[in-house]
């Protein structure tokens, strides 16, 4: 696996998608999602709006780091705040 | 509105060993209400092509108003048609699907068409919507609209047009068929495989079998005098019973009883009958003899259709040699066994080589 | 219908001859360089007769014909592969829902549209790692990478034509899913799997980029041996373009089997 | 039917394709975040290389070059395919001849695509080059820009225009008659019938064509790379061939790998975004 | 034999519970959409019903899977496998079930033979006409010797004339096997010719169910009245109660000095060759709507002619005005 080069940080972020994605199945398992319609211009699933709004932050990720030198955690918190925006009324 | 001529018409695709049709000949009379009549297989929507234009006549004529069309592109005919599924523009709400066949029009005069047929078909509600959000009934009535609105048609051709419906719309939806037919003077040709829509929708019918028409005239007609054994079979719920017979003395004869008079060469012959047309009795095993044009059969079975003032009302099914007869009639009291068929002698037909003997006594 | 086919076309069949004549005359130049020798093509001499010294030069060189031997073999590892793993997936897909198939399903699509470029590093890496490097078979399964989802994808369509009622039907005769699947349904689709098949050779037959980067001397496909024909004295444009030729054989001859099924195939089986 | 067991039948798939491409995707994040020197020689930057990289101009360029390059040929490979489909015999036994033969370009290896029209255009050798400057225009696509676009914008529409036209063609066969003949009565004229009858129903197979040419455009690397290698100067140089420069040319793997995270980041979105609208109009049909 | 307890098809519907009758044809006649396919996929074991249970032979088999159940179906659409032979779609069920080849051979062509399909044994289906293709899925049906055969509209997809003599056949063939049926139709004319017992459903309910006669006879309701008829009973409103009259009820003779007359105007005519349905106007009190006589034979009637239809008192069915 050395050649894999891996980091901590990448390890945990990636750690943290798969428990994510487990976490998203337990639920979908425990009570099955309904498709319904929020702002977006679509009807969507839980698991619609999980993708959505991780593909958002990513790039609000990129967005941020070509316009700004600031430090990421800050776009890192506007992600989590949109993707609760997201996955409540999404 | 037009009157069509169809003169010794044929055709065969390329390649095929068969014409598709042979030689057809038949006049529909302007604002006439005609059907085609004939399984899947006769030849109907290849006549539908030949009548709109998109298959090229190949041989004999076709002439709307003593006019031959033969030649003459589809736009340039003046004929619409009605699909067997609602085909209409999609992208387009129902209202410009009516405009869209009344282009060379004034808007005036176009919106106030439209208004107009969709009112009598009952659609104005609809027509600002897309096709896509109707039901399967709805569109089907604004395809029927869409054939209908164009001023100067000169022929509208139903094909099956119905089959869509669910059972207990299609007598309201043939309802407003035939009125609106009635009220616009339209020359109408309706195809179906289904006897029912046929004589009921028409003023005439024609049956198409193998590319042939056998008989065209009105729905009593074809009831009662059917020119050939599969009009016969055809037309008619059940269709007509035909008996193996022969000819001689002036007579036919089934079963060494003699049952109609009939002036024909002597020879063998079909006996045909309708089920409505004879009875079935029960018979005491002792009596021989009845009468002249009555024949011994075993009762085989009833089916009660309808139940009528205590008596049930149905076919009754019985064997007569190889043959199998089915009357319609009153079966209280009938019971499998021994059992007289009676034949009303005025009706009977006889057919030979397939067609009637039409000379009758 | 002849009638409706005139209003169709008219003036389009023009448009025909001229898109034919442009697809074809690259190619024709490409097999009128090939049977010329060198000399001729880049004019220092003047002799312009025919010649097959190009194609005996490929036919006896071993460079040439086994750059053949090791595109074919991949080519065949990575069709099986993907029509293997593919089938039971697209069943899956076309006959059940299941937790997550939309995005699975996504997911898949993804990977076809992926740059190979992007996969470039790691590839190299990781089948150094397993020791798959420099063989067919690592070329195999990267191509598996775009090939299994379009498989899945087609597959999926076809399937999805076929009635549901065709499965319960063998259900209630008591056929065991294995036998169905076997016996009844995969001969039922087997346009679609032919349709698959060519897919999958096509992808796998064209692609440069990773077949290149993952093979050496060893398992070199055609596709890299051609990048390479400069010798001494320049490029050989005649063995080249003899090459080319060659390669366009093989896909002649998959295309002709699935021809009937090729517009259907190119709706990837979306259309009945 | 609703039944988790049919996770089975995926199951051999969703291995084969994490190990193709999900185990790569992780090292190449692994990647994007370290400066490699060698395997055991690594430094954690965080993501200093995607900053590096959405602000530099190269890789910019690369991009708007590679965005006008996929619409230029999105702009001229759907109507043409759409056209030449249209133009095609629906019936006879012809037509299986010419689906073959219109399918030949797309069986070609895409290096060898490069090849023929290496050869066909080149001033000295080609048969197209020879005669534009026979008719006394000079030509010459490895030495004037516009000339090598041209070129490249002509071996594409050469190479791909078939897959557009056979997908579109294999939508325009699943039309039910009656819409023509019906059409042909009312008397809708050529263009009429497109645009109310065909283009309304090929709406999903377009759909899938402009996805497939958008991005096979947009990972396009083989075609550039034999007949002009990018050049001249960096005028025809794309994402992949920037991308491949970098990573096995010049073996920047940080840079290289915060490169390709970012483009199959816009893979992605482009992807999502075609596949729900294809999806959604789907289901309201 | 087969029972229905508490079944309930829907979400929502209400449970029933049916028995149907051994060895003779059980027609279950409903309008599109009423669940008569539901029905048929729940007791072929394809569908799980929302709640209740499937018996067969006194034996729970809901959970069942369809192979382990002793029932055949037969699908609206031709199923057949059109990548196996007419003799080998016939085998199809044995061959699951592993019997001898010998023994498969000798059921196959007796099954053949009845379904007039031996000249086609080495055919492919696509290679039939839609009336043997439909056969043959009977035919298939059949070979499985189940206790029950459930025919989900197996004749609606054919043409009108194919149709009737199919009917006529089947009633002949199923009697001869001997076999237990569930026939699903909308046509009520189906009923009549194939029903031994009836059951009406409406809206993934049973509405009724007994011998057809009985049924068209005495109604329970007025949806159960119009299930019967073909056109739709007549309805019109005495005080508060619903009264119905059927169209074949309708005769332009009296027969009888209790008969009940309705003048009405005539509004047009439509004949099938057998029958005449005369459309028209009632004046009767609070009529709401057209009706329909059915008349036998050919009739003609002028559009717009006044007549008197007579009916006899006993033919009127009543109802509570809410009865629907």
Redesign the interface.
Known sequence: M??????L??AL??VAVASALLVMIVWELRSPTLTRRGFLP??TTRGDRF?IAL?AS??A??AW??VS?GP?LIASGLSLMGGFVLMRWG | MAEVVLEDLSFRYPGAAADTLAGLNLTVMRGEAHALLGSSGSGKTTLL?LL???LPAQHGRILFDGQDVSQVA????G???V???P?L????SVAANLA??MRDIPDKQRSERVAEIAGKLGIDSVLDRRP?GLTLVQKQLAAIAKALVRPGVSLVLLDEPLTAAEPEHKWQLRQTLKSLQQELGATMIYVTHDQTEALTFADRVSVLHQGVILQTATPQALVEKPVHEHVGYFVGTPGMNLLEGIIREGGCWVDGIRLAAIHAADGPCKVGFRPEWARIEQRSNNVVDKATNTLPVVIRGTRTLTTSRGQSLGLAVARLGESEVVTRQTLTGLETGAGWLSIDPERILCFRDGWRLTDHA | ?K???A????G??W??YL??I??A???Y??VS?SLRSNQS???TTGDAGLTFANYQEIFTNPVWYTGFANSLSYVAINTV?SV???L??A???S?????G??H?F?W????????????????F??YSAVGLFDTPLAVA??H??FT??LS?WILEGFMSSVPRSLDEMARIDGHSLPYFFLRIFLPTIKSGIGVTVFFCF?FS?????LAR?LTGSAAKP??VV??RTVSASGID?GV??A??VL??VP??A???FV??H???G???G??? | ??????????L???L??S???V?????????S??D?FD??T?L?V??DW??ET??DPRFLDALLRQAGFSILILGIEIP?GI??A??????GRRV??I??????????????VG???Q??ARP?????GSFVNGLGVEFNFTANRLDAWITLLMMDV?HW???VA??T???L??I???????A?????S?WQ?FR??E???LK??LM?AV?LRL?DS??I??EPF?LTGGGPGNSTTF???Y??TM??GQFD?GP??AF?V????V??????LF??SM??NAE?? | MLELNALVLKAGSPPFSHRFEAGQINVVLGRNHSGKTRLARVIAGLDAPESGEVLLGGKVVTGDPPGKRSVALVYQDFVNYPNWTVFENLASPQKAQRVSAALIRERVLEIAGQMQLTEFLDRYPDALSGGQQQRLAIGRALAKSADVLVMDEPLVNLDYKLREALQVELRGLLREFGVSVVYTTSDPRDAFALGDTLLLLADHRLLQAGPPLSLYESPGSPAAADLMSDPCANRWMVGGDLRLIRPEHLSLDPAHVDDVAFPVQVLGRETNGSETFVHCQADVAEANTQWVAKLSGLVDLAPGSREIFYASATAIMKFDAHAD
């Not at chain 4, 689906?99 to 060898?112: D, E, G, K, R």
């Not at chain 4, 042909?184 to 809708?188: E, L």
């Not at chain 4, 893979?267 to 999502?272: A, D, E, G, M, R």
């Open positions: 050395n050649w894999m080069a891996w980091t940080p990448t972020f990636f679509m009807a993708f593909l990513a790039f990720h990129i780091l070509a030198d990421v | 092509n709109s234009g998109l589809p736009w340039q005919r004929v619409t048609q699909f067997q599924f085909v523009y999609e992208a387009m869209f066949v896509a | 219908m009638a409706i086919q209003a169709k076309t008219g389009g069949q448009l025909l898109y034919g442009y697809l005359l690259p190619v130049w490409l360089l093509i880049v004019g592969i293997t793993v593919a039971p997936a069943y899956a897909f006959r059940y829902r299941f937790i198939d939309k699975l996504f898949l699509l993804t990977n076809r549209m992926a740059p190979p470029a992007v996969f470039l590093l790691p590839f890496q990781l399964l990267a598996c990478l299994v989802p899945v096509m037959w064209v692609e440069l980029l980067t055609i596709v051609m990048t444009w080249l373009a090459a080319g390669t366009i896909g002649l998959v295309v002709w021809r009937k090729l517009v259907k190119f709706a990837l979306r259309v009945s | 039917m609703h039944d988790n067991r049919a996770w089975f039948g995926v051999p798939v969703l084969i394709v190990f193709s491409a185990i790569p995707l992780i090292t190449v994040v692994n990647y975040v370290q490699i395997v055991d690594r954690f965080g993501l995607y900053r959405l602000r043409l056209l030449v249209r133009a095609l015999p629906t019936e299986g001849l689906l073959v033969l219109m399918a030949i370009p797309l069986l070609i290896p895409w290096n060898v090849t023929i029209w050869l066909f000295d050798i080609g048969l197209l050469w225009t078939s897959l056979l997908l063609f294999s939508g066969s699943s039910p008659s009656a819409y023509y003949q019906a042909t009565m009312d008397g809708a050529r019938v109310h009858v283009l309304p129903r999903s197979v899938i996805l991005m947009f990972m690397y083989t034999v994402l992949s061939q991308l491949t990573a096995v793997l290289a790998a390709s970012l483009y199959f980041l893979v992605l979105l482009l992807c999502w596949y729900t999806t959604t309201e049909q």
